[in-house]
């Protein structure tokens, strides 16, 4: 199979390209017009190494009610998503080789995106006991994390980071000292104020990402810092690169879109944790995006019920529906402000969480898996959420307008998902 005429994201460039596909593989890279025998055309089209999303929630097992692996990989490549890493919050906790390896099967009984568990740092994310890593890392685990929580006690903290390296494994830090937010349900600043909704400082996310890179720069380990939502967490993260910590961040398209204006009419679907912040946190992370400081885009796709979002906000679960959004978005705000090139773009969106998970893929060059995002960067569309194919219809992005719109998704060579006519 042939994709034909596509502009093609390299990692130095856009490039009018052929891309010969065979047995799952990128097997060569020809000049436009090149390749002979049965083609897909992709003229107009920008063909994008497959998306990575090391960060998402899947539900499964446990809130089947909220999403199934299923319904999340039809998301996924609905996004343009090729692989995607789901943390462990499940209902048992991935905590073992058990559940771990149910993950991995039901991903390959989707047979869509490319799943990936993510395993818990503690039994049954309680703070308390180390997992069993070496089982976990056997069943499939592409990475630990406590996602949802911070594991409050530090001495546990770094044992698990010194486990997690002896298995290659790192950290991935969801930052909350939970006695500074103390229920705070929003960010606290003027708009706390107005709704009277209580809130939660920066400090409360700074102090972790601080004790995380302390951590990581006495161990001499590597970290990587989930969700950055701060101006004061991103310098953090600049100032640890700087001197050599070898820290890697993400954050999400609601923190470089939205500021915490958006729950001035107590909208809980733009209740997330950590909070939307104000314009200056924005700018942050945006500009820590374009400096490097923050290598990667994830969703934390965080799908929910209706019965469980559609509530007083106080009582709202955290999260947002990201799987089917967060292209269009990053594209959108990224791309066509000139913070990002495309090929920055797919830095972040492919390359950078290949790389700092150890995954294949995440870049177009001969020889890699076929993963390829195929896409109208011109196509301007608008988000209804009734059209999502994830259950998790929770989104604060409905009715926005926004530009790139997925085309196909393929994965290992294999067309995924095709946009119906
Ligand atoms: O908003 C969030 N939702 N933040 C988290 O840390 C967890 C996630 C979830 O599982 O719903
Ligand atoms: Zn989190
Ligand atoms: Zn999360």
Redesign the pocket.
């Known amino acids: 199979m042939i994709f034909k005429n596509a502009d093609v994201v390299f990692e130095d460039g856009v490039r009018r390209a052929d891309l010969l596909v065979e047995g799952g593989k990128i097997a060569k890279i020809l000049g436009a017009g090149e390749g002979g025998g049965p083609f897909i055309d992709c003229t107009g089209l920008t063909v994008f190494p497959g998306f990575i999303d090391m960060h998402v929630?899947l539900?499964e097992p446990g809130f089947e009610y909220k999403e199934t692996i299923e319904t999340g990989s039809m998301s996924a490549v609905k996004g343009g998503f090729t692989q995607i890493c789901c943390?462990p919050?499940t209902k048992p906790v991935i905590d073992n080789k058990v559940v771990a390896r149910y993950v991995v099967m039901r991903g390959k009984e989707a047979g869509l995106a490319k799943i990936h568990p993510i395993g818990a740092i503690t039994e049954g994310q309680r703070g308390e006991t180390l997992s069993a890593i070496g089982g976990m890392k056997a069943a499939g685990v592409v990475a630990l994390s406590e996602?949802?929580?911070t594991v409050a006690n530090t001495k546990l903290m770094a044992n698990a980071m010194l486990y997690a390296s002896d298995f290659s494994l790192k950290c991935l830090c969801?930052c909350?000292d939970a006695s500074l937010v103390d229920g705070g349900v929003v960010h606290e600043g003027y708009y706390s104020t107005l709704t009277g909704l209580k809130g939660s400082v920066r400090a409360a996310e700074d102090i972790v990402i601080a004790r995380e890179i302390c951590l990581a720069e006495s161990l001499g380990l590597p970290v990587h810092i989930?969700?950055v939502s701060t101006y004061s967490g991103v310098q953090l993260i600049r100032e640890a690169k700087a001197r050599g910590v070898a820290v890697t961040a993400e954050t999400c398209p609601h923190y470089f879109t939205l500021t915490d204006e958006a729950i001035k009419d107590f909208d809980p679907n733009a209740?997330?944790?950590?909070p939307l912040r104000e314009e200056r946190d924005r700018l942050a992370v945006a500009e820590g995006l374009k400096d490097g400081t923050i290598d990667c885009i994830v969703t934390?796709h965080?799908?929910?019920h209706e019965d469980d979002k559609n509530v007083e906000f106080a009582y709202a679960?955290?999260?947002?529906s990201g799987l089917e959004t967060s292209f269009a978005l990053s594209y959108t705000e990224l791309v066509k402000k000139n913070v990002l090139t495309i090929c920055g773009l797919a830095e972040k969106m492919s390359a950078a969480p290949a790389r700092i998970l150890g995954l294949e893929g995440g870049r177009i060059a001969e020889g890699m898996p076929a993963d390829l995002t195929i896409a109208d960067l011109g196509e301007k569309w608008t988000v209804d959420p009734a059209k999502f194919v994830s259950k998790g219809k929770n989104t604060p992005f409905g009715g926005r307008e926004v530009y790139g719109r997925v085309k196909m998704t393929v994965v290992d060579g294999e067309i995924k998902y095709r946009e119906e006519l």
């Open positions: 929630h539900r943390m919050n996602d949802g929580k969801h909350e989930c969700h209740k997330v944790n950590p934390d965080a799908p929910h679960a955290f999260g947002i």
